[in-house]
């Protein structure tokens, strides 16, 4: 089965066409992320106006690289929530009218759950029940994934993203958007011992996060050497400060394995390119002999190939939208496709 999916929940413009699942046929992705720049993140209003202009092209795009038509595409899907209600409501429409002109059914797509089958494509023997820790620019959550379309989110952050506070730590450090890239990079050549940074410690649900007692450390340390005249070091701030966050996510995120009897684990979203947080999940894992899986760097980011991935389980357990589908900009992971 070839589904046709489209993604355009932030500043990325996407589609791409996936078979059963598991195999991209096509990604396209046309990233704004120049124009955003400017202004140190994304401009929501911006981000609409390219989608607009970008969607027609980039489905075309997809389906010429694909080297087939609607008439060899079996099924539409879109992701619909979470998101930016602008940006989504593009894909959403644009979606629906191809649905009704074509006659081809239209599946909505979580775009937390596409983050996680961003890793069907790459490892194809994965399959569910795992326990997944989805760390990205809006959203830090461990997910347990009992099947492709059933999940409960058991620990989530109480205030900021794992990819905010790396993207805010790294602007105050004059690093440009998105910054968790750069901070990754300048971080290889730091060393994380050179400044003691807060680990939160929260009461209540014992896997929850928080990142912005971290995010104000980091923050008071650099405008206070830059306070004092100091040269900024950059690569030590940015070892002891990755350190901070991927100590924090991963203490909840193998604690939680550990409590629920996970020996499958799972990385997903932007954060999930950090390559120390890959590396450490990984000796994390092999010291306890469990599996680990997180997705190529290509597929790190939003694409829509994940989306075209998760559409085919949630076409098979039968959520499929109408014409009434709506974009949303908060909605839980647990919620079934319709909307
Ligand atoms: O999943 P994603 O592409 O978009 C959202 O759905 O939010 O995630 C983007 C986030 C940004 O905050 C970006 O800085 C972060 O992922 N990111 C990283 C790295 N690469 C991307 N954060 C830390 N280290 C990286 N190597
Ligand atoms: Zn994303």
Redesign the pocket.
Known sequence: MKILSIES??DETAAAVVENGRKIISSVVATQVEEHKLYGGVVPEIASRRHCESINGVVKEALAQAETDLSGIDALAVTYAPGLIGALLVGVNFAKGLSLASGLPLIPVH?LRG?IASNYLEHTELEPPFLCLVV????SHIVEVTDYTCMRVIGKTRDDAA??A??KAARTMGMPY????H??KAAQSGDPEAFRLPRPKLSGNMYDFSFSGLKTAVINLIHNAQQRGEQLPVNDISAAFRKAVVDSLLTNFIAAAEQLGYDKLVLA???S???LLRERTLEECNKRGWKCFYPPLSL???NAAMIGSQAYYEYLAGNLADMKLNAAATMDIATLGKK
Do not use: W, Y
């Open positions: 929940s932030c775009h983050h990205s620019g809006g959203h990819g905010e790396f993207d998105p910054g968790g890239i901070l990754d979203g932007g954060v390119a950090n390559s790190c980011g939003d």
